[in-house]
């Protein structure tokens, strides 16, 4: 019988030539962990140019093609785990939380544990169930890469009415985000739909033929011309997936880390390149440091915000130091 699942293929570019076989598939696919992709190589699901590599540790060479076999997901079993969860905000209806950079919102293939959902099952008595048995309390949801604020409902019918509410368009989203190279100007908005890639479905795209409508405006808040990098203030009117890495991409910025979008460490001056390593494995330089909303009880405006993480800040920290050197 012929297996069902997913084949995914990637192409080896010059600058990712000599890299580890697994750490290449991660930064090509980062929606699935490292550990599991290294799994998946050594039982036999990854080709390199037609032949199959079990070998994690290969070294991919530019100009390669490999082929990535993803099988079908297995039932999950979610289980509360004690991992470090920071509540900004909680009370009988929903709870605020913060998504440190690297973690995964909730679990997938390759990422079963080690979750925001692990940690809320652990850390909360309640949580709603319309997100289904995986998403308990989800309402909405940041990339793995992104760190920031989020909204939790504990029940369901507050749960519906924050869903409401992100339809809707009746919240306020704000992120801060480092980009390369600076934008073109000072103040733009971005009104472009948004649509799966018509080259590569796990990504996303403004030439698409089912794109949806999605707003996003920006502001800059810091030029680092000797860093030929911006520190952005990104406001959102939709929701859409890798909205803002896909409208600043149209604006020909690329978020620091974000390899999925084009960004190259290579492409940096040399005095800044090391300052990528500073990122969490998995991120990239997104906070969504905002978030208002009404509360779905008692329709008071809630406002919450929060700083960035230690590494996002030591990062801007060097660039202000080379910048006033």
Do not use: C
């Not at 009370?91 to 979750?115: F, I, W």
């Not at 390149?273 to 909303?293: H, I, R, T």
């Amino acid at each position: 019988m012929e297996r069902e699942g997913e084949l995914l293929t990637f192409e080896v570019d010059a600058e990712k030539g000599g890299t580890r076989l697994d750490k290449f598939l991660s930064q090509a696919y980062p929606e699935l962990s490292r550990s599991y992709l290294k799994d998946l190589i050594e039982e036999g699901f990854v080709k390199v140019d037609g032949e199959t590599v079990k070998k994690p540790s290969k070294k991919v060479k530019a100009g390669q093609t490999v082929e990535l076999f993803v099988p079908p997901p297995k039932e999950l079993e979610l289980k509360p785990e004690p991992l470090p969860l920071k509540v900004i905000y909680e009370d009988d209806d929903l709870a605020v939380v913060y998504k440190p950079p690297g973690m995964v919102v909730h679990p997938s293939p390759g990422y079963e544990s080690g979750t925001l959902v692990n940690a809320l099952l652990y850390h909360l008595d309640n949580l709603s169930s319309i997100g289904g048995v995986d998403r308990p309390g989800i309402v909405h949801r940041l990339d793995r890469g992104t760190a920031g604020v989020m909204v939790v409902a504990k029940n369901d019918k507050a749960h519906r009415e924050l869903a409401r509410q992100f339809h809707d368009r009746l919240t306020e989203k704000r992120y801060k985000a480092l980009v390369t190279p600076p934008p073109p100007d000072r103040h733009a908005v971005v009104d472009l739909p948004i649509g799966r890639s018509l080259s590569d479905r796990k990504k996303f795209s403004v030439y698409s033929a089912k794109a949806k409508d999605a707003k996003t405006e920006y502001w800059l808040k810091e030029q680092f011309d000797k860093a030929r990098s911006a520190l952005l203030d990104v406001k959102i009117y939709t929701g859409r997936t890798h909205q803002i890495r896909v409208h600043l991409k149209s604006k020909g910025m690329t978020i620091w880390g974000d390899e999925t979008y084009g960004f190259k460490k290579g492409k940096l001056p040399k005095e800044v390149q090391n300052l990528v390593d500073l990122l969490p494995e998995g991120s990239f330089w997104l906070l969504a440091y905002k978030l208002g909303f009404y509360h779905p009880r008692t329709g008071e405006w809630l406002q919450f915000e929060v700083e960035p993480p230690e590494e996002y800040r030591k990062v801007l920290d060097r660039l202000r130091e080379l910048e006033n050197s």
